[in-house]
Nanobody
């Protein structure tokens, strides 16, 4: 069992930045691919960014490419999502998740463990 805890969400104006963190105190986070997903009211959960176990491979959904950066520090059991140039359409609850799949799995169905989520609100 892996318990994930997200932090760093909040309210920011359009064009601003936030940095989300996801950490676990159980096991070794480096044994899992990690992903950030988001879900806006009335919409399905979608993948935002994914990073493989070692941190050398990443995936981004088209709408965040060039603005968001996913990274990880396996020594600290932590995965980050740096979000720059935020837009109102980025408003959602952001979830961290861990997957036993190799590579950069991008479907929510490929993930085994989920955090509780952190709210990100971008005002115009």
């Amino acid at each position: 069992q892996v318990h994930l805890v997200e932090s760093g969400g909040g309210l920011v104006q359009a064009g601003g930045s936030l940095r989300l963190s996801c950490t676990t105190s159980e096991g070794t986070f480096s044994s899992y691919a990690a992903g950030w997903f988001r879900q806006a009211p009335g919409k399905e959960r979608e993948s935002v960014a994914v990073i493989n176990r070692s941190g050398v491979a990443t995936y981004y959904t088209d709408s965040v490419k060039g603005r968001f950066t996913i990274s990880r520090d396996n020594a600290k059991n932590t995965v980050y999502l740096q979000m720059n140039s935020l837009k109102p359409k980025d408003t959602a609850v952001y979830y961290c998740a861990a997957s036993t799949y190799l590579g950069t799995p991008s479907s929510p169905n490929q993930y085994d463990y989920w955090g509780q989520g952190t709210q990100v609100t971008v005002s115009s």
